[in-house]
């Protein structure tokens, strides 16, 4: 499967004879994403052209972070990245197209909560992982400043939902197997809910990622998180 950062467009992944459990899922998501997609230029081909293309990728990224969605326009974008508006239009066709170039390039750092999604709920160091998978998704979430530039945007673009709504439904359904594969185990609550319990963890690591964090710091939310989370799915310590 492709590497994907911010420099790179969707391309439909390479098939291997053997994939790790992460490039499984990352193909799961991206056969779901494949027809939102479907309307996003392809990379070109030729080295000259792709090195164009790359250099408006930065300087998207750049100019989305510093001075929002709203405030950002092609020109800008182009005069950052060093070529003509011309240039800018034989690529993209505005800059809502390139931010979602962007945004599917960097999804596991912009959408921390697809971390969450695969965690091991039936592992008998269950805390351990749901710890592991909260400290990751908060502390790494969107180091680059696209998530809030995405979710400005979706107010002025309504064409971006769907794209969201995507994301947000395989990640909460992958969840839901994940608590469902603890209860066939017989270790989550009887009668527990999985589809409101996976809601209300995404919502809530969702918001907790969204805004720098106040007092009581760092490691005193990760280890209140987690406790929250482990306490809502088990009966008992394991």
Do not use: C
């Not at 494949?34 to 792709?50: E, F, G, I, M, W």
């Not at 790359?54 to 969605?69: D, Q």
Request: charged residues 25%.
């Amino acid at each position: 499967m492709s590497t994907r950062t911010y420099d790179t467009t969707y391309e439909p992944p390479t098939p291997r004879h053997r994939r790790s459990p992460r490039d499984t899922e990352r193909a799961s998501l991206d056969a779901a994403l494949a027809v939102a997609l479907s309307d996003l230029p392809r990379a070109p081909q030729q080295t000259r052209s792709r090195e164009k293309r790359a250099s408006l990728l930065r300087a998207a990224a750049r100019i989305f972070a510093e001075r929002g969605y709203a405030t950002t326009t092609a020109d800008m974008i182009a005069e950052a990245a060093g070529v003509s508006i011309g240039t800018f239009y034989n690529y993209f066709r505005n800059k809502r197209q390139i931010l979602l170039a962007l945004v599917v390039g960097q999804l596991d750092d912009i959408f921390g909560q697809l971390r969450l999604a695969n965690m091991d709920l039936s592992h008998d160091n269950a805390r351990a992982h749901i710890r592991a998978a909260v400290a990751v998704t908060l502390r790494e979430n969107d180091r680059s400043g696209l998530r809030r530039v995405w979710h400005e945007a979706m107010f002025s673009e309504p064409e971006l939902i769907p794209y969201q709504q995507v994301i947000r439904r395989h990640t909460q359904e992958r969840l839901m197997e994940q608590l469902q594969h603890a209860q066939r185990r017989g270790r989550a609550w009887e009668g527990l809910d999985v589809e409101v319990t996976a809601l209300a963890i995404l919502s809530l690591v969702d918001a907790l990622s969204m805004h720098a964090w106040p007092e009581p710091g760092e490691i005193r939310i990760i280890e209140g998180v987690t406790d929250m989370i482990y306490r809502a799915i088990y009966a008992s310590p394991s």
